[in-house]
């Protein structure tokens, strides 16, 4: 093995979330919380985290969460940033501007994004990484819940006030929904707000790049 592909690891899965400090890093800590605590029950082997580089205590700042999903030991449990993330989640729509979201992304990748918009029309604003991507899913994360403002599990402390209990719920669903990363049920176990999730997994819209970039 090669300094190059020391941390190849075919079954791995990285999931990030980009998020507005203060306002959102709660949701897009949950979306990565619930996710893996889902796979978890499944057996799977796991990580989650916050980028504690992003500043997540100043208002507005584009912050992120991570979380790894895979069924093998996951030998890179020590690099502290997705380099190659498989979902790109977005707690609000306005990230698409001015921020390498699908920075290193792999081939295939899916992007999540909190919008009543269209795909087709935030797509016309994303300007790199989009020949790596397959789909883009939007769901309307607002109207299903509301975000959760606390200071309950950060810093790596137990979450208190719940996880997915604001539209981090309905955001992990539409996750679940265009990937299957895990199954429905399992986050149903793991979220809160199990009524967000179900309208979230119902309402979510797929929609493959390429049928929108021979449109544009």
């Known amino acids: 093995m090669t300094s190059e592909n020391l941390f190849e690891e075919p079954g791995l899965k990285q999931i990030t979330v980009w998020a507005r400090g203060v306002y959102e890093n709660k ?64 707690t609000e729509e306005t990230l698409v501007k001015g921020i390498d979201i699908l920075a290193g992304i792999k081939p295939g990748a ?36 509301k975000s959760i403002i606390t200071l309950s599990g950060a810093e790596g402390a137990t979450d208190a006030s719940g996880i997915g209990k604001g539209m981090g719920a309905a955001l992990a669903a539409a996750i679940v929904k265009a990937t299957g990363i895990v199954e429905f049920e399992s986050l149903l176990k793991i979220v809160a707000n199990k009524s967000a999730a179900k309208k979230a997994f119902d309402q979510a819209v797929v929609v493959d790049v390429k049928t929108l970039t021979k449109a544009i």
């Open 110 to 145: 899916v992007l999540v994004i909190n919008t009543k918009r269209s795909a087709e029309y935030l797509l016309k604003f994303i300007k790199k990484g989009t020949e790596n991507l397959s789909r883009i899913v939007t769901v309307d994360a607002n109207s299903l819940a």
């Open 27 to 90: 949701e897009a800590r949950d979306v990565v919380v619930a996710l893996t605590e889902a796979a978890a029950l499944e057996g799977k082997h796991v990580q989650a985290w916050e980028n504690y580089v992003d500043l997540p205590d100043r208002i507005y700042v584009p912050v992120r969460a991570y979380g790894k999903i895979s069924d093998q030991v996951i030998e890179s449990r020590y690099v502290y940033e997705n380099e190659v993330p498989d979902i790109v989640a977005l």
